[in-house]
């Protein structure tokens, strides 16, 4: 009852609300604005340019998400749905394998919008549905005001901060979840180069550095290698300074940063927004953040999807293009 009452309240003020489940644990809680309260939730843009932040004082547990089925969530109407085509994604991903060749760049991540018309979206009920299918991710759904409603089911930790230990992971490498498919040398290369580049930046901030891995995360759809990262801090204060200098990591933008940066910023062709850039959730006791993956923005008439993928040099463009369909299906599944 409190939790559908304080939403609505949210909603009729348009007040920044968020649901959120952490991952690896079966709870979720409702967070709202409080000005008074010591607990933050952000959301921070790939390109840096952007940030919001939600100030609270609780978290509110949602005993069972499925009671607020009921619950409306009022959508905007998207006006603008042209989104790349196959096509033109296909050349853009020719282009920037000719680039890399050209040994401009190790890999650059390209990543484009897909936008699935719909007119009966209920956000609680695709977030319940994330939830479930995803235990091992950081689900959300983000109400930052009536025009940016934001889900999501992020496989992908940038950072945790917790009785002085510093976790992270180098996720990248994709493949369809099947046991017959195995790792090839492209994913094998592809995630190496995000485990070296982050184990670099940590090495400035910590000590006692471990690393374990590559394993194989498996998700469903897709698979991912996946290397963690511990050490321990140096001291507490280095954590933002860690954190901002990690952001963004090659699973999301490349080798070497600013050119691979550059190129997304002049050829993706549309704003990535708070897509790659990293969610953020503050308390006494830890600090985590998420990169913002596997993840879309609603509306009364569909939902607008961000995927993309690591390109190097053996790229192959239309498997490229696979790899995004299959990660569209993390949120497309749950509309
Ligand atoms: C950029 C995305 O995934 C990243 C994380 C894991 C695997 C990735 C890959 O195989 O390319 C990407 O680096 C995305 O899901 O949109």
Not at 85 to 105: D, F, P, R, V, W
Not at 235 to 254: D, Q, Y
């Amino acid at each position: 009852m409190i939790v559908s009452e304080t939403v609505k309240k949210c909603i009729k003020k348009d007040i920044p609300f968020a649901f959120i489940r952490l991952p690896k644990d079966k709870k979720i809680y409702l967070i709202k604005e409080d000005k008074n309260g010591i607990y933050t939730y952000s959301f921070q843009s790939f390109d840096d340019s952007k940030k919001y932040t939600l100030q609270f004082s609780e978290f509110i547990e949602v005993k069972d998400i499925t009671t607020l089925n009921d619950l409306i969530i009022p959508l905007s109407k998207n006006e603008n749905t042209r989104v790349i085509s196959e096509n033109e994604y296909l050349s853009l991903l020719k282009k920037t394998i000719h680039y890399i060749y050209q040994k401009k760049t190790d890999k650059i991540v390209i990543s484009r919008e897909k936008w699935i018309d719909k007119d009966t979206i209920n956000p609680l009920q695709s977030f319940g549905f994330l939830c479930k299918r995803y235990p091992t991710s950081f689900c959300h759904i983000s109400y930052w005001n009536q025009n940016e409603i934001w889900m999501g089911a992020t496989p992908e930790i940038l950072g945790s901060y917790e009785n002085t230990l510093f976790t992270t992971m180098a996720l990248a490498g994709t493949l369809p979840d099947v046991d017959s498919i195995p790792w090839e040398n492209k994913e094998i290369e592809e995630q190496k180069y995000v485990t070296d580049y982050i184990g670099e930046k940590i090495k400035t901030y910590a000590s006692k550095f471990t690393i374990n891995g590559p394993e194989t995360l498996h998700l469903g759809h897709v698979k991912h290698l996946i290397t963690y990262l511990t050490a321990e801090l140096k001291n507490s204060n280095l954590l933002t300074e860690l954190i901002t200098s990690l952001h963004p990591t090659p699973a999301v933008c490349g080798i070497p940063l600013e050119k691979s940066r550059n190129y997304i910023l002049s050829n993706e062709g549309y704003n990535r927004g708070f897509y790659a850039g990293y969610i953020g959730l503050e308390t006494t006791e830890y600090k985590k953040y998420f990169v913002n993956l596997r993840c879309a923005q609603l509306y009364n008439n569909g939902a607008l999807l961000y995927v993309g993928g690591g390109i190097t040099a053996q790229s192959n463009p239309k498997k490229e293009w696979m790899e995004t369909e299959l990660k569209a299906k993390f949120i497309g599944e749950s509309l």
